[in-house]
Structure formats: structure tokens, C-alpha cells
């Protein structure tokens, strides 16, 4: 099984700060990875797919980049409402695997 | 609108058995590969499993924690998919989602999730 990690395990910033997470996966995974964030109570929702292609909708600020085994998610100028867990998955391979989670504190 | 619902979550006690019901509207069912995930209390996101869009002609994948003990299914025709779980244990005690794969590209990723039902394992 692919065995993803995140660093750091969570984070408190600043409105207008640049921030960044970072996702390995043991081992090859292409571009096969998508970051998702997570608010409380909330069901997750779809940031980036493809390592760095921003979905529909998701403000510019996001940015995603990285293949093969390293990965970064970038908060250009962190907001407000960009408070959450997130998580990096693999889609790679079965199983699935995530990573255990980032969490952005404001 | 894109919805996903799920129900069926409750109450259950170590080695019962549940099934989970994700109903789907505002887009073709039969197009789509479905997955369930789950969330731990306080814990981040677990894949479970997964459906190809043609359960004739694909078989389910699982994660190895739940391989054996639960089984998903769908109905097109109903435009549903179905987790059912059997010798549960408290381990499994979990939010559980279900996630629509995209068809638009083939990286698998999850644009609709539904809003999850809790399953709580105890006696």
C-alpha cells in the first residue's frame, strides 16, 4: 500500500500570510494526488486534482504542484474562511490512501 | 443540483451488521464511479472502498480494514449505492461518506460528496 504523510500536522497563520503544506507518498504516484479541505462538521471539499489543477470554483490563492513523491499545497494570501483540516489523497493505486491531515488555524 | 444523501447510520452493537444507503440526484448515477469514506471521530479521512459505474463487469475494491466484512453495491436504476457492513466493531464507529468520482478526467478525484451519516458501534 502507498503510505501518504503531511507536514506540518497543523499550523496557525496570519490573514495574509502565505502558507504551505507538504504531502509525500512512499512511493511513485505521478500526478495522481488531490487535496481536499475539511471543515468541522462539514463533508470535505475538492481544492486541487491532478497535483495542480485547481477545480472549478476554488479562489486563485490555491495553488498545487509537485509529482512522482512530493507534493505542496500553497495558500498564496491565507483568508479568513480557509480555516480547516486538509488532506492530500492518492489516487494512484487502490487503496486510496490519505494523508493524516494538516490543520489551519487563524 | 448535484445532491448526494446518505442514511442508514445508527446505533449498532459489536458484531451486528448496517446498511448504508447513498441516494443520488441532478446527474447520471450510471456514469459515475462511487466511493465511501469514512471519518473516526476526531480522526482524518479513510478510503473504504469503491464501485466502478457497471458492477457487471467490474468488481468492488476495498480497504483491507473492512475487506471481507463489508460489501458495496449500487442500483443504477435506482440511482443508489449501497454500503452494507456486517461483524462490526467498535473500530468501525465512523462518519461515513459517500463521494462521487469525476468523469471529466481520470485522476479519480472527488468533486460531490454526500453530507454523512454516523455509524456508531458500541454495547
Known amino acids: 500500500d502507498i503510505q501518504m504523510t503531511q507536514s506540518p500536522s497543523s499550523l496557525s497563520a496570519s490573514v495574509g500570510d502565505r502558507v504551505t503544506i507538504t504531502c509525500r507518498a512512499s512511493?511513485?504516484?505521478?500526478?495522481?494526488l488531490n487535496w481536499y479541505r475539511q471543515k468541522p462538521g462539514k463533508a470535505p471539499i475538492l481544492l486541487v486534482y491532478?497535483?495542480?489543477t485547481l477545480q472549478s470554483g476554488v479562489p486563485s490563492r490555491f495553488s498545487g504542484s509537485g509529482s512522482e513523491t512530493d507534493f505542496t499545497l500553497t495558500i498564496s494570501s491565507l483568508q479568513p474562511e480557509d480555516f480547516g483540516a486538509y488532506y492530500c489523497?492518492?489516487?494512484?493505486?487502490?487503496?486510496?490512501?490519505f494523508g493524516p491531515g494538516t490543520k489551519v488555524d487563524i | 443540483e448535484v445532491q448526494l444523501v446518505e442514511s442508514g447510520g445508527g446505533l449498532v452493537q459489536p458484531g451486528g451488521s448496517l446498511r448504508l444507503s447513498c441516494t443520488v440526484s441532478g446527474f447520471t448515477f450510471s456514469d459515475h464511479y462511487m466511493d465511501w469514506v469514512r471519518q473516526a471521530p476526531g480522526r482524518g479521512l479513510e478510503w473504504v472502498g469503491r464501485?466502478?459505474?457497471?458492477?457487471?463487469?467490474?468488481?468492488?475494491e476495498y480497504a483491507a480494514s473492512v475487506k471481507g466484512r463489508f460489501t458495496i453495491s449500487r442500483d443504477n436504476s435506482k440511482n443508489s449505492l449501497y454500503l452494507q457492513m456486517n461483524s462490526l466493531k467498535t473500530e468501525d464507529t465512523a462518519v461515513y461518506y459517500c463521494?462521487?468520482?469525476?468523469?471529466?478526467?481520470?485522476?479519480?478525484?472527488?468533486?460531490?460528496w454526500g453530507q454523512g451519516t454516523l455509524v456508531t458501534v458500541s454495547s
Open positions: 491532478a497535483a495542480s
Open positions: 464501485s466502478r459505474n457497471n458492477p457487471a463487469t467490474y468488481t468492488m
Open positions: 489523497q492518492q489516487t494512484y493505486s487502490a487503496p486510496r490512501t
Open positions: 463521494a462521487r468520482e469525476t468523469k471529466y478526467n481520470s485522476y479519480g478525484d472527488y468533486d460531490c
Open positions: 512511493q511513485s504516484i505521478s500526478t495522481y
